[in-house]
């Protein structure tokens, strides 16, 4: 069976070392380079198209969230694994936005940081069950966020459209309703179709029922 073939990207060459002593006591792993900076590593991905990366995500000049969005989408058979000393939520939601498949702490064990490369490796994401609970929390709340604020961003008369789009009523019969034009209906429901990032008419009345925009009283 081929070993996983690992990218090391750490600033400190101790750290760095001390992976590579510890990857390399595993049979399965393989430590195929290091770069101690983005651009460093940037070419070892590209030179030696590693299965795993382990990338700090403090490093001088371009931070790691930087170089794990490059290397995804330069090499995407590259999974990246974020390695660093900041427990925070918002860093590691940064981190999967960014692409990365796991964001292990440098205060964790030899062992669980293994586990965590060869779960990247299967292409599984590499996070305990507490965080990935308390993670998932957190995405839905900036998705809710994001949405009310996407709602908040149409004006009041694209608000009334959107309420009678729901009926089913042509642009032209929206337009008679509410004293516009045929084109000036359809540019407003290009707008908010921009401005709520959905693609056609059924996705923004479904959108608008979905959260009772449908309802009297609620197009304000």
């Keep these: ?6 990218l090391i990207v750490d600033d400190h060459e101790v750290v760095r ?15 195929v380079a290091e770069a101690g900076d983005a651009q460093q590593a940037l070419l ?30 330069r090499y995407p058979e ?6 660093t000393s900041f427990a925070d939520d918002d860093f590691i939601v940064a981190a999967l936005r960014a ?14 940081l293994v586990r965590a490369v060869q779960a990247a490796a299967r292409g599984e994401t590499a996070l305990d069950p507490q965080t990935a609970a308390r993670v998932v929390a957190r995405l839905r709340d900036l998705e809710s966020k994001a949405e009310a604020d996407a709602f908040r961003r149409l004006s009041p008369r694209e608000r009334e459209v959107l309420v009678l789009v ?3 009523q042509s642009n032209k019969a929206i337009g008679a309703e509410l004293n516009l034009s045929e084109i000036t209906v359809r540019n407003y429901i290009s707008n908010m179709l921009e401005k709520l990032s959905l693609n056609n008419r059924v ?18």
């Design 1 to 6: 069976m081929s070993r996983i073939r690992i």
């Design 17 to 31: 070392l001390g992976l590579r002593i510890l990857f390399e006591d595993d049979p399965e792993l393989e430590v």
């Design 44 to 73: 070892e991905a590209e030179r030696h198209r590693p299965q795993v990366a382990i990338v700090d995500i403090n490093l001088p000049g371009r931070s790691g969230l930087e170089v794990c969005r490059e290397i995804r989408q």
């Design 78 to 83: 590259t999974r990246v694994v974020m390695l």
């Design 99 to 112: 692409g990365a498949s796991g964001y292990v702490l440098k205060q964790v064990g030899g062992g669980e």
């Design 166 to 168: 729901t009926t089913g």
């Design 203 to 220: 996705e923004l009345a479904a959108y608008a029922m979905q959260h009772h925009l449908n309802q009297p009283g609620r197009e304000q």
